[in-house]
């Protein structure tokens, strides 16, 4: 398996794991200093743990709508998608589609996100 295939495996599985509201496993997928930016600004690896462990944000849905990018930078892969999700913030019900690119790269063997970036 090529590098480029571990890592949209990987993206894959990470989705399939956000959608299981775990928060060990979902923290399992992102280094130790992953960030989120979005439309509010950066959300900490900290902050979306303890939104997941405490039920404030659980995610029902999340599927790929659009055709997928993945780019090589040496040992580093920007991987864009178009997806669409859903589920609850604060017990209000959500949809959405967005523009996601995660920042992967390798830390202890494993294939981790180290940046989100989401355009709606």
């Known amino acids: 398996m090529t590098a ?8 894959a599985t990470f989705d399939e794991v956000l959608v299981g ?10 280094t130790h200093d992953w960030a989120y930016v979005g439309p509010d600004g950066i959300v900490p690896k900290t902050d979306l743990i303890s939104w997941i462990a405490a039920g404030k944000l659980a995610h029902h849905t999340m599927t790929v ?4 990018r993945l780019v090589r930078v040496g ?3 920007v991987f864009t998608a178009r997806k669409a999700s859903s ?3 604060d017990g209000t019900p959500y949809t959405t589609e967005e523009w996601i690119t995660d920042v992967y790269l390798r830390e202890d063997g494993q ?3 180290a940046f989100s970036q989401k355009t709606v």
């Open 4 to 11: 480029e295939d571990e890592v949209r495996a990987v993206a």
């Open 21 to 30: 509201n775990d928060a060990t496993a979902v923290a399992s997928f992102l």
């Open 65 to 68: 709508v659009g055709a997928e």
């Open 75 to 77: 040992d580093t892969f």
């Open 87 to 89: 589920g609850d913030w």
């Open 111 to 113: 294939w981790r996100c």
